[in-house]
């Protein structure tokens, strides 16, 4: 049986990101609460995942993560789960079928209901109140109640995430999310007894993202303290020494599977940018597993104000990715993307296409455009095709 820790370990270091709660004793009591809760996740299955990212960064498999940008709560959402595995298991076949690779399927699921924002408030009018942050922090509807910041959405984070998992059929994937609400995260960190190791069992793989990976942060520190695979954004600003200094911080072993490299360059920036990290880090000797998020740089806001991405953009940022490594030696090692099995319009382009003007006709993110189930399946087939002919 897992055991929790002592409560969290105090640190001075900055947490970038985290809300304004008003109310310290609930807090407080929801901590507590979640440090009795059983881990959403088991040690063996982390250590299984490890091994299989491992091959991946090895150029013996590919990393397929993809999922909603930002989850919801309620039972619609739960509803979709089985439709989102489905199509991310379809997305996997064609990879594999195009690649002759082993496909590694991790949901962003169970577990991604926190999000970072470039802004604490938001504007509208007269009115301004804080952002929304994700269905763990406050509501979507801007309000004063909903927009609140209230801890006992962290214990419905739990128990969705629960139901999240039990909606996944066995063995189809593993689940990861962004390690973004530190209360949250360090509530649900569990030793093994057998073995003394710390692991996160709020997830099987934990991402820390592009606004908080400081090497001096506290997400960093948290996610140097458990055994879990951890993946890191890494987006245009960045340098080759923060990528070593990430790798001596949360990988001194140099262990295969433990670190994941998920780049966000964009389509315009990545050619520039990518291949002096890559090559540092690769002379570095560290293992990393290289994966590319082509979507978070490509993001547009259309003339209806709506956000969204071109699957132009998307596929231009993958075509670049793989062929970067190809020209290093390297292994590009798989897609992070956001993505639905449902037919929402909510990126632009596709054989079925949706244009600027129909964006808002089925349009149902909490957050940021997703691609839909035909475009997911159409980039997967045009991701195996690039790392073919690359």
Not at 137 to 150: I, L, M, Q, S
Request: hydrophobic fraction near 35%; charge should be negative.
């Amino acid at each position: 049986m897992l055991t929790a820790p002592t409560r969290s370990r105090h640190t001075s270091r900055t947490a970038a990101q985290q809300p304004a709660w008003i109310d310290p004793v609930t807090l407080h009591r929801v901590i507590g609460d979640l440090e009795k809760q059983p881990p959403l996740v088991q040690p063996r299955e982390v250590d299984r995942l490890r091994e299989m990212l491992g091959r991946a960064a090895a150029g013996q498999a590919l990393l397929l993560q993809g999922g909603h940008c930002a989850e919801t709560f309620g039972e619609q959402a739960l509803d979709e789960v089985e439709n989102n595995v489905g199509t991310l298991r379809r997305m996997g076949r064609a990879l594999s079928y195009g690649t002759g690779l082993p496909i590694v399927p991790v949901g962003r699921m169970a577990g991604q209901y926190a999000k970072p924002r470039s802004r604490s408030t938001e504007t509208r009018g007269e009115v301004e109140l804080p952002s929304y942050r994700g269905d763990a922090v406050n509501g979507p509807e801007f309000n004063e109640r909903d927009r609140a910041p209230d801890p006992w959405r962290m214990r419905t984070v739990y128990d969705e995430s629960a139901a999240v998992l039990e909606r996944i059929p066995d063995g189809a994937c593993h689940v990861s999310h962004e390690a973004l609400l530190l209360d949250y995260e360090n509530a649900l960190v569990r030793v093994d007894p057998e073995t003394g190791r710390r692991y996160s069992g709020s997830g099987h793989m934990l991402w820390i993202g592009e606004r908080t990976r400081q090497l001096d942060g506290a997400h960093v520190e948290f996610a140097a303290g458990v055994d879990n695979p951890i993946g890191v954004k890494v987006g245009p600003t960045a340098t080759a020494d923060q990528l070593l200094g990430l790798v001596e911080l949360l990988d001194p072993g140099h262990r295969p599977g433990r670190l994941t490299f998920i780049t966000r360059m964009g389509a315009e920036g990545v050619t520039e940018v990518l291949p002096e990290l890559v090559e540092k880090v690769a002379s570095s000797g560290s293992p990393v597993l290289w994966v590319c998020d082509p979507m978070h740089g490509n993001t547009r806001t259309a003339d209806n104000g709506l956000k969204t991405r071109w699957i132009s953009d998307i596929a231009a940022e993958v075509h670049a990715f793989v062929r970067i490594h190809r020209a290093l030696g390297t292994h590009p090692g798989g897609l992070h993307l956001e993505m639905t099995g449902s037919h929402v319009t909510e990126c632009v382009g596709g054989f079925d296409p949706v244009t600027s003007e129909t964006l808002g006709e089925r349009y149902t993110s909490a957050c940021d455009p997703r691609l839909n189930r035909g475009q997911s399946l159409e980039l997967a087939r045009l991701a195996a095709d690039l790392w073919t002919r690359n």
